[in-house]
T-cell receptor
Framework: AQSVTQLGSHVSVSEGALVLLRCNYS??????LFWYVQYPNQGLQLLLK??????LVKGINGFEAEFKKSETSFHLTKPSAHMSDAAEYFC???????????FGTGTSLTVIP | KAGVTQTPRYLIKTRGQQVTLSCSPI?????VSWYQQTPGQGLQFLFE???????NKGNFPGRFSGRQFSNSRSEMNVSTLELGDSALYLC??????????????FGQGTRLTVV
């Protein structure tokens, strides 16, 4: 069975500081991993996805994530936080049977001016 | 390219009523899945449809049902509404080029409030 765990339901960073959002996965097979962002009263927008082509994945808005099999992690980072980055972030793993995603509980990012 | 369209955006219903939500996927996408999002339970998978067939189903009671039409549009229905059904219902559309290796494009959701 596949699942993801997000450590830290709330993260606060200062504007310009490093953003680090943590995600660990559990999967019996090589996983497909995703990070999504959700703004208030909106759907989810894909930031990036890992599909085994490269361990360091670059996404939109300056975000990137590194797949580390030894640590079963897929943490999301951004070198310099922007006020517009304040949102809810979800890590997800897809099933091997179709278009079904297992989401983490989400991390709310606050950016302090 | 038009995105995923969910209608209506907001709904208020009374306990015991039923409701139907609609989702139009991105053109060419044949897979549609539904999720319920609540503050307490987070994002939970309801079901997935592919080419008019339900392929996967989450752990929800039979009051929750869905269907997909030949043009890939999907509807989900909730009968005998309960207060706990109040949630944001999200629809996701996917091209699904190979199993698992896909990305889901989400609609803006339908906010259902049961009073």
């Amino acid at each position: 069975a596949q699942s993801v765990t997000q450590l830290g339901s709330h993260v606060s960073v200062s504007e310009g500081a490093l953003v680090l959002l943590r995600c660990n996965y559990s999967s019996s097979v090589p996983p497909y991993l995703f990070w999504y962002v959700q703004y208030p009263n909106q759907g989810l927008q894909l930031l990036l996805k890992y599909t085994s082509a490269a361990t360091l994945v670059k996404g939109i808005n300056g975000f990137e994530a590194e797949f580390k099999k030894s640590e079963t992690s897929f943490h999301l980072t951004k070198p310099s936080a922007h006020m517009s980055d304040a949102a809810e972030y979800f890590c997800a793993v897809s099933s091997n049977t179709g278009n079904q995603f297992y989401f983490g509980t989400g991390t709310s990012l606050t950016v302090i001016p | 390219k038009a995105g995923v369209t969910q209608t209506p955006r907001y709904l208020i219903k009374t306990r015991g009523q039923q409701v139907t939500l609609s989702c139009s996927p991105i053109s060419g996408h044949r897979s549609v899945s539904w999720y319920q999002q609540t503050p307490g339970q987070g994002l939970q998978f309801l079901f997935e449809y592919f080419s008019e067939t339900q392929r996967n189903k989450g752990n929800f009671p039979g009051r929750f049902s869905g269907r997909q039409f030949s043009n890939s549009r999907s509807e989900m229905n909730v009968s005998t509404l309960e207060l706990g059904d109040s949630a944001l219902y999200l629809c996701a559309s996917s091209l699904l080029t190979s199993v698992g290796n896909t990305e889901a494009f989400f609609g803006q959701g339908t906010r259902l409030t049961v009073v």
